[in-house]
């Protein structure tokens, strides 16, 4: 997780005002994977927006899952 974080650091640091596309297409990459754990998603049907609302930033992130994944548990 300390990866993920200083990845997303260096990004945001390098890239937040020159490129902001750049930013949602790796927050979606991201996304991507934490999500295909749980769901069955196809990378095009999920949608990632960043946009400056008053001194904040809101972030829009949406998905469409074709199904719940099963998981795998260990027995009592």
Same mark, same amino acid.
């Given at each position: 997780m300390n990866n993920l974080n200083q990845r997303l650091s260096n990004i945001i640091?390098?890239?937040k005002e020159?490129?902001?596309?750049?930013?949602?297409?790796v927050i979606k990459s991201d996304f991507y994977y934490l999500i295909n754990?749980?769901?069955?998603? =196809?990378f095009n049907d999920i949608s990632v927006? &960043?946009?400056?609302?008053e001194a904040d930033?809101?972030?829009e992130i949406t998905a469409k899952g =074709?199904?719940?994944?099963?998981?795998?548990? &260990?027995?009592?």
């Open positions: 640091q390098k890239n020159t490129n902001p596309k750049y930013l949602e297409n754990n749980y769901f069955e998603v =196809d927006e &960043i946009s400056l609302v930033y809101q972030i =074709d199904r719940i994944k099963l998981m795998k548990t &260990i027995p009592n």
